[in-house]
């Protein structure tokens, strides 16, 4: 949940913002490890108009390219300058109207006493929660720079896979249009004619056919509707989906089931949990950290119960090995990482092998998408071809 609050220090100063936590309690308790006593303290209401417009806004902006880029420019001025005057530098060179705008809130919430995470979390959508969890790490260990530049290396590679991701899929989505395109064309002005021709000489025309010509009547006469109820459909969905956890968390799980997006998670924990082990955060307090940064419910509860584990003496290797699906070779690295010292070291490593094997999916996934999208479009068209052939050569035996 999130939680906005208002609080003041021992010296009366007064702050406000928002914090992530799973219970009022947690909240409370959280604000008051940082030494404020809390005045106000509420859930946060985020309307949906707010969140439609800050997609729209992520979306003009260019998304994971332009995160990339903005902690790109970041970790380059902090080792220079402040943080302060480093917002300020990336602010008077914005190359949009829109860029600037956001730049000018960050700014202005941290001259106003705000930590750098929660002035990012007034645009969370735009930045994303992992994100801003890794800043609150560097921010909290005095290593923003350092954070900042793997955040940028991170995302620009999350950015390649997507860029990758979506052009292999181009092509069977142009060729299944064409192929649907074809078949409204063929539905709505050739079977028609089949359908009039044989009313007048008293016939019945296929089976297949009647199929085809029902349904393309139906779409035409009721395509608004239709359009409603999808988009309906896809909401009440959608609702499903963040409403009742137990869906969700089957749901997650079986995504976990194809293999880019497991490597993909496998290769960003092993990231994640680097950096923060490496900027002094104890390895149960990494993985609740990690945990909380993930949308994934059902790697979220493997990953708390595995730092539950981790905090009662266990290894790193043998509770991800019993809670998560993971490869046999992942666990037997961080094992030798732990008899060596090297924990961190090796969940690079790791990281590294997760990234060779997205490489390799990527490389076979435009090979694999044209043959599914050709296919798919062969079906469609031969059964087409069908309904229309089968009343031509129906017709020498009506006559």
């Known amino acids: 949940m999130k939680f906005k609050y208002k609080a003041y220090d021992a010296s009366t100063r007064a702050f406000s913002g928002t914090l992530d936590a799973e219970n009022y309690g947690e909240a409370w308790a959280a604000l008051k490890v940082q030494g404020l006593t809390v005045t106000n303290l509420e859930p946060e209401k985020v309307g949906g108009l707010k969140i439609l417009s800050e997609n729209f806004l992520r979306l003009k902006l260019g998304g994971d390219f332009f995160v990339a880029i903005f902690f790109k420019e970041l970790s380059v ?3 220079v300058m402040t943080l302060h005057e480093s917002l300020q530098v990336m602010e008077n060179s914005a190359s949009s109207k829109t860029s600037s705008k956001i730049l000018q809130d960050l700014l202005q919430e941290v001259e106003e006493g705000s930590t750098f995470c929660d002035a990012l979390r007034k645009h969370e959508i735009i930045f994303g929660s992992d994100a801003i969890s890794a800043v609150e790490t560097g921010e909290t260990g ?6 900042s530049e793997s955040l940028a290396r991170e995302l620009m590679h999350a950015h390649e896979v997507s860029k990758k991701v979506r052009g292999a899929l181009m092509y069977p989505v142009v060729v299944i249009f064409a192929a649907i395109c074809a078949a409204g064309v063929l539905i709505n002005v050739t079977l028609p004619v089949f359908g009039a021709f044989y009313g007048e000489v008293g016939g019945e025309l296929p089976l297949l056919t009647q199929i085809f010509l029902t349904g393309g009547n139906f779409v035409a006469e009721n395509w608004i509707f239709l359009i409603l109820a999808s988009i309906l459909i896809f909401v009440l969905l959608a609702i ?31 990231i994640r949990l680097s950096i923060l082990i490496e900027s002094g955060m104890m390895p149960d307090a990494a993985l609740k950290f990690a945990a909380k940064s993930r949308n994934n419910s059902f790697l979220k509860a493997g990953l708390l119960k595995i730092a539950d584990g981790v905090s009662h003496g266990k290894n790193l290797s043998s509770e991800l090995e019993r809670n998560l699906p993971v490869k046999k070779i992942y666990v037997g690295m961080l094992k030798a990482g732990e008899i ?24 076979t996934l435009p090979a694999k998408a044209e043959i599914f999208g050709v296919l798919i479009a062969g079906l469609l068209v031969m059964f087409l071809v069908m309904a229309v052939m089968l009343p031509i050569l129906n017709v020498t035996n009506l006559s």
């Open 77 to 79: 001025l902090l080792n």
């Open 142 to 147: 005095g290593k923003l720079q350092e954070i």
């Open 240 to 270: 499903v989906y963040q409403k009742i956890s137990a869906i969700k968390f089957w749901s997650d799980r079986l995504l976990l089931k194809i293999n880019l997006l497991k490597s993909a998670e496998t290769r960003s924990l092993f």
């Open 340 to 363: 060596g010292g090297e924990q961190p070291q090796m969940l690079r490593e790791c990281a590294k092998l997760a990234d060779s094997e997205i490489e390799e999916i990527l490389q």
